[in-house]
């Protein structure tokens, strides 16, 4: 039989504000557990929330930009359970009211367009995290996440396969890194996401039982957990048995998603609004001048490229990839260079140095104007294209502008036509039986006389000057 | 002169003409702590040394010419309300050692007014309670009878301003927690409208209904209380923004010309014929002094108890949740125990029987299955109950009724039946429900010596009518000047 997969996909994004969402203490990584602390994310006795107006800014930004329709009034509401990273017992998030619904996302992958529908986006406080000691049955406890500001983002069960999956998590995140509201670092958690996934017959409308995944890092590892879970499904169904509905984690390194334990996931969260926070209430001009202030997106930026500067659609992909990368782009443009050459440097020398160096674009010891400068000197004949891989390299690694290289080196093409005919006279004087044969139709020693000048120079010469030079004058015999 | 039993109003014009010192005042105090805490057990912790030190500097700053009218006044703050330093316990063993690093707002503000802080007040654990029975350290007694309870939550408070102990308290009153209490000691105690005074710093029992306000001997005192209290608080989302009004300069305001209701429902079945009799008696006093009374309806009183006791225990049984033993308070670790285990323990060992009635009665309203017929339906009646106040309250100015069905009651008498014991907030909890600010004030004895308070409860933040008929009832009769024997 064949069957196709019912795929949504929630996604958990921590937004960059510089303090926490309830209280004024510092979001900032890394520092020593239990440091960004105060009474209130440590949910001490008496204390109370006040809610960062930041998280709705960006809340808000997110809900355009996956274009949700934002809830004039929204609710916050406790979700309750016991763990020790929840100071509370209870997370603040939002339930039956959130801040925006019904948007969607195009996604194209394998060259088709498809729209994948947003159910919902509310905003939340992250959890603190527990450190476990291996050699001693001891948990620690580190709030310094706790109260980090959270949205969640749900899609609608639109999408169909692995690949689909994956496309709609970086097309999301794409956005969301857009709009700075999120670094979108899957990796270090501040970008996760859970998989719910079900298998029905092609052509049946009823959903089958679905599973939830859990523990997916990276954009490969959700479309291979979702890979696996899928082809389990369909032994389980195939097999006469039917799918359990159960949380389920991937294992990485063994390729394949396991049960997690009946316990841990018996949840009744007694969600009920919480009466220590006003309803969330949003004026339409509070929408628009957000709106007003929203970037370029990925989207848009993509199909401008390739119309304003006639860039392939590729190009235009990998220069959209991140703002900075197109920024950067756009700079280079600005500062004379012709498009398709500074798209060809950027991609090609620029992101191939950087990744050597594992810098970010916005660290690179060549700007937009020294990358351009360079490129006008190919443009001009100053250097040869071979040449100008050189000096970027030198650029790169000095930092120094390329016409100071280029002079300190001696690097320009010899472009005098004068020096070259020169030249050429006493390569053919010297040469006369290469010079008969060519003369006589041997067309290829043209290659002879460019080379030998090309000797002459160290390979400064500019090859189409040579070029022009010999045809002219092996051709006046 | 009882140093003791001044008045703020009295304390503060003695303190301003330089009559007496803080520091003498407050070593009265103390004394008076000394000989009547054995029978009454009003505080939970005395801070002896830290109020002599804020008197003395009290006592500069009415030197320096600095002073408002609470600077230099001894008082005890309900042991519910944060107070950095100094442990505060809400009556929990599950919070004995727990020493805020924070004041609440409030307790700040009376700081900055210059407090002379006592010490804690006992009261229910949580709040929970009618008796002050429920609290983990044994219960208050009442100055007027030693054989009866005080009320609760907050009887901790009301029995030390009865008894003399301290010259003004600060409670709190989630269903009648300050106003049941303050009747069945014969003080004044004024609940405001929700929102008036921070909650920050007040150890939530019920998020939506708790409110601080004072406990005092006049109702001038409790204005004066109000004053430096209230006002809105960057840390309470829930605060309102409304400007303070001067509480003090309403007082003489009057009743003449006021319209004020009786809610019919408000005579209830088993009421004490006494209760009845005292506040019907005091019904006329306003009407002499120019108040019209008019008979109001509140349709829905009847459904109160039960919104009540859904919401309450709702809200209570996740505000509750973080004493879990893992961050700060009563943390049980049993032998070979995994993290349930650890929540099994600390919980059922640190909380009391009351508490954990309430924590279990919340957490099956707020069920999967169970939401929408208990909490949602509470939460669609507790409109109609607000409504049917502001309906009265198109027709009079404000409400005038009994506080309790019954004067104290003989401690230990209803410890073993809690629906007994919910029934004396029946008259008080609407207010909290609506949000309105209630205040109860003395109206009389009964035959066997226990007091009788009157309510009167205004529009949302009408404190200065409810002070102001207050006021006017108090200038025509002396029980606020009636002391117990003790």
């Known amino acids: ?477 | 002169m009882d140093l003791h039993y001044l008045t703020i109003t009295q304390a503060s014009d003695l303190l301003a003409r330089r009559e007496i010192s803080s520091v003498e005042l407050t070593r009265a105090l103390l004394q008076r702590i000394e000989a009547t805490e054995e029978r009454v057990h009003a505080y939970l912790t005395i801070t002896a040394e830290q109020a002599l030190a804020q008197a003395e500097a009290a006592d500069q700053r009415i030197a320096a010419g600095e002073a408002g009218p609470l600077t230099g006044i001894p008082a005890g703050i309900k042991d519910v309300l944060c107070t950095r330093g100094v442990r505060t316990t809400c009556g929990s063993k599950i919070l004995e050692r727990f020493v805020p690093p924070y004041d609440a707002t409030l307790v700040a503000r009376l700081r900055d007014a210059g407090m002379v802080m006592l010490g804690k007040h006992n009261m229910d654990e949580f709040a929970m309670g009618s008796s002050t029975e429920n609290s983990a350290y044994g219960a208050t007694h009442n100055p007027w009878d030693l054989a009866a309870i005080p009320g609760g939550s907050s009887g901790g408070s009301t029995a030390s301003v009865a008894a003399g102990s301290c010259l003004y308290a600060v409670g709190t009153d989630t269903g009648g927690s300050i106003r049941q209490p303050a009747s069945h000691c014969g003080v004044v105690g004024l609940k405001p409208t929700y929102g008036r005074v921070s909650r920050y710093g007040l150890v939530a029992f019920a998020s939506s209904l708790d409110q601080a306000g004072p406990i005092t001997r006049s109702v001038a005192d409790a204005a004066m209380v109000l004053q430096a209290i209230a006002g809105h608080d960057p840390a309470d989302s829930t605060s309102a923004p409304n400007q303070v009004p001067d509480y003090r300069a309403a007082l003489a305001r009057g009743v003449k010309g006021l319209k004020l209701g009786v809610p019919r429902e408000y005579f209830v079945e088993g009421m004490d014929p006494e209760v009845e009799q005292t506040v019907r008696r005091a019904f006329a006093v306003l009407e002499e002094l120019g108040a019209e009374l008019v008979e109001v309806s509140l349709p829905h009183t009847d459904y109160g108890l039960a919104v009540y006791y859904i919401i309450a225990p709702a809200e209570a049984s996740s505000n509750l949740a973080r004493y879990d033993g893992v961050k700060y308070g009563l943390s049980v670790r049993p032998e070979d125990g995994d993290l349930l285990d650890m929540y099994y323990a600390t919980r059922s060992q640190g909380f009391g029987p009351e508490v954990v009635r309430r924590i279990m009665l919340g957490t099956y309203a707020l069920s999967a299955g169970y939401y929408d017929a208990y909490y949602g339906k509470a939460s669609a009646v507790r409109t109609l109950l607000a409504r049917d106040f502001a309906e009265a309250f198109e027709q009079v100015d404000a409400i005038v009724s009994p506080v309790s069905p019954t004067p104290a009651f003989d401690l230990g008498q209803k410890v073993d039946d809690p629906l007994q014991m919910y029934l004396s907030d029946v008259l008080t909890l609407a207010c909290n429900l609506a949000g309105l600010p209630g205040m109860s004030l003395p109206a009389g004895l009964s035959q066997q010596g226990r007091p009788i308070g009157l309510q009167i409860i205004g529009p949302h933040f009408a404190e200065e009518t409810v002070l102001a008929v207050g006021h006017a009832f108090e200038r025509a009769t002396d029980h606020h000047q009636q002391h117990p024997s003790l």
Request: glycine share 8%; charged share 25%; net charge negative.
């Open chain 1, 1 to 477: 039989m064949q069957y196709e997969a019912v795929i949504g996909l929630e996604v958990h994004a921590q937004l960059l504000t510089e303090s926490k969402i309830f209280c004024g203490c510092s979001t900032a990584f890394g520092q020593p557990p239990n440091s960004n602390t105060c009474p209130v994310c440590l949910g001490m006795p008496g204390v109370l929330p006040v809610l960062n107006r930041q998280v709705v800014e960006f809340a808000i930004a997110a809900a355009l930009a996956t274009n949700c329709t934002i809830a004039e009034r929204s609710v916050w509401a406790r979700k309750n359970y016991f763990y020790p990273d929840l100071p509370k017992g209870y997370q603040i998030s939002q339930f039956e009211a959130p801040i925006a619904e019904h948007g969607w996302l195009d996604i194209t992958v394998d060259g088709d367009q498809r729209r994948i529908g947003i159910t919902r986006i509310h905003m939340e406080e992250d959890a603190g995290k527990l450190v476990h000691d291996d050699r001693d049955p001891v948990s620690y406890v580190d709030l310094n996440r706790t109260g980090t500001p959270l949205i969640e983002i749900v899609s609608e069960p639109d999408i169909r396969t692995p690949a689909e999956a994956a496309t709609y998590l970086k097309t999301l995140r794409d956005i969301l890194v857009y709009l700075e509201v999120c670094d979108g670092n899957m990796e270090e958690g501040s970008f996760r996401c859970d998989a719910n996934v079900s298998i029905r017959p092609v052509g049946q409308q009823e959903l089958g039982i679905r599973t939830e995944l859990k523990n997916m890092n990276s954009f490969r590892n959700v479309a291979a957990a979702l890979d696996y879970e899928i082809r389990r499904q369909r032994v389980v169904l195939e097999g006469g048995d039917a799918v359990v509905q159960e949380t389920r984690l991937w294992d990485a390194d063994a390729g394949k998603t396991h049960a997690m334990r009946g316990k841990e996931e018996a949840h009744d969260y007694r969600y009920f609004p919480d009466p220590d926070l006003l309803p969330l209430v949003i004026e339409p001009q509070w929408i628009q001048r957000v709106r007003d202030s929203l970037p370029e997106l990925p989207a848009a930026k993509r199909s401008r490229f390739e119309d304003s500067y006639g860039l392939s659609a590729y190009d235009a992909e990998v220069l959209t990839a991140s703002r900075a990368v197109a920024d950067f782009f756009e700079a280079t443009v600005q500062a004379g260079a012709e498009p398709k050459k500074a798209a060809n440097w950027i991609m090609g020398e620029l992101m191939g140095a950087l990744k050597a160096e594992s810098r970010q674009i916005g660290d690179s010891r060549v700007g937009p104007a020294e990358l351009a400068g360079l490129i006008g000197l190919i443009s001009d004949g100053t250097i040869s294209g071979k040449m100008a891989k050189e000096v970027f390299g030198l650029m790169m690694s000095s930092g120094r502008p390329a016409a100071e290289i280029i002079k300190e080196k001696g690097l320009e093409q010899v472009s005098d036509a004068g020096e070259l005919e020169a030249i050429l006279r006493g390569i053919i004087e010297a040469h006369p039986k290469e010079a008969e044969a060519y003369r006589a139709g041997k067309k290829k020693l043209m290659g002879f006389f460019v080379g030998q000048v090309m000797k002459a120079t160290k390979g400064q010469a500019n090859p189409k000057l040579v070029n022009q030079l010999a045809a002219k004058l092996l051709g006046e015999g």
